[in-house]
Structures are given as structure tokens and as C-alpha cells.
């Protein structure tokens, strides 16, 4: 993406009052924007395992047809933190998005209470991976379309749901991974998520 700038996102101790923290994985194909959401989104400098792209990688780490200013590439995780209230934490956990690197998509997801799956639709194949693991693991999840700006193509979100084949339940929506507030909509949306799963359980006779 090339036009916007990221926002700043304020910097600040994790508050004494905290006491709930809720483990999050965001998940997606390679160079979909996961780096830039944790980054655009946490409140303490982001945990970064990027390393710059090589000669190496030709033919390995690609982006199909799309193309793409990205010189460096995580290779085990990316880390955040965000305070959604004086109680409850976020950690947010970035997976790679190579396909050399989803044996460790399996135990990023332990402990995980949901994720968010982020999509870029040029090439919206890369999601099907992450979709098949998360509902292999039962893990709850959300899917955020981040719109590019050489996207030309707009696709809407019902066809979008419809090219991904995800249930009714699941929430779909769009994003900017470069701006905080964008970022921060998606998680919100993933917490009421996770929070209407639990009502709708504790509601079952």
C-alpha cells in the first residue's frame, strides 16, 4: 500500500488493573499486511522477527502476480500488545505467511482464544490455509479484507464471503492495516465475536 501513512499509536505501561488477557493470532498469505496491523495497532513497540529478503528467496517467498515494495518477511512471529479497557489485554500474535513456515501456525494457535484472518482479495486464495487450520482447531475467528489501493478489482463483501465459502456467523468486514483505528475495529469485532459465542453457549440449556 503505498499512499497513507500509518498512524502512531500512543505508547504506555500495561495498567496495574489488567487483569484478563486474551491471546490473538492474525494469520493470512504472505505479504497480506499481518506485520503492519500488529504494529499500527499495539501500544508498546511491536516484537518484530523480520529479516530482509534475499536472492534466496526468489521463487519462494512470492507474491504471485501482485506487485509489492516488501523487502523483509517474518519468519517466526510478530508481537503486540492493546488495552481494550482498564481489565482487558489483547496479545497479538502476527503468524508468517510463507507456506515454508505454517508448521508453526499449529502452535501459534495454542492458547488462542480467536484470530482474524487478513485477506487480500488480488489474491484471496492465500486465506484458505488459515480458514482450514482455524476451523480445524475450532478456533474463532474474523475475517478483515485489507483494501489495497492498487485494488482495483473492489470486489463487495458478499462476494468476497462467497469466494472464501464462510458460514453466516462468521464476520466479515474491511480494513486499513496501516491506520490504528482501522486495526482497532477489526479486534473490537473479534471480542464482540468471541463474546456472543460465549453468551450463546452459557444460553444452551
Not at 499500527?40 to 528467496?57: C, Y
Not at 504471485?64 to 481489565?87: H, Q, Y
Not at 482479495?121 to 484458505?128: C, E, K
Request: a neutral charge.
Amino acid at each position: 500500500m503505498d499512499s497513507a501513512t500509518s498512524e502512531l499509536p500512543a505508547r504506555k505501561p500495561l495498567d496495574r488493573a489488567a487483569e484478563t488477557g486474551l491471546k490473538i493470532v492474525v494469520v493470512g498469505g504472505f505479504g497480506v499486511g499481518k506485520t503492519t496491523l500488529v504494529r499500527s495497532v499495539s501500544e508498546i513497540r511491536p516484537l518484530n522477527t523480520e529479516e530482509v529478503m534475499t536472492q534466496a528467496g526468489v521463487g519462494v517467498d512470492e507474491t504471485g502476480p501482485v506487485r509489492t515494495k516488501k523487502t523483509s518477511t517474518t519468519v517466526a512471529f510478530d508481537f503486540g500488545r492493546i488495552s481494550l479497557n482498564d481489565r482487558m489485554v489483547l496479545y497479538l500474535f502476527g503468524a508468517p505467511g510463507q507456506e515454508r513456515f505454517w508448521f508453526l501456525w499449529d502452535r501459534l494457535f495454542t492458547g488462542t482464544l480467536g484470530a482474524v484472518v487478513l485477506v487480500d482479495t488480488r489474491r484471496m486464495s492465500d486465506s484458505w490455509y488459515a480458514i482450514d487450520r482455524l476451523e480445524h482447531h475450532r478456533t474463532p475467528f474474523v475475517v478483515a479484507v485489507n483494501r489495497f489501493d492498487d485494488d482495483l478489482a473492489s470486489f463487495s463483501l458478499a462476494e468476497i464471503r462467497q469466494a472464501l465459502s464462510l458460514a453466516p456467523d462468521v464476520p466479515l468486514v474491511e480494513c486499513d492495516a496501516r491506520l490504528r483505528h482501522s486495526g482497532k475495529h477489526v479486534l473490537i469485532t473479534l471480542v464482540d465475536h468471541l463474546h456472543a459465542l460465549a453468551t450463546a453457549r452459557e444460553s444452551r440449556p
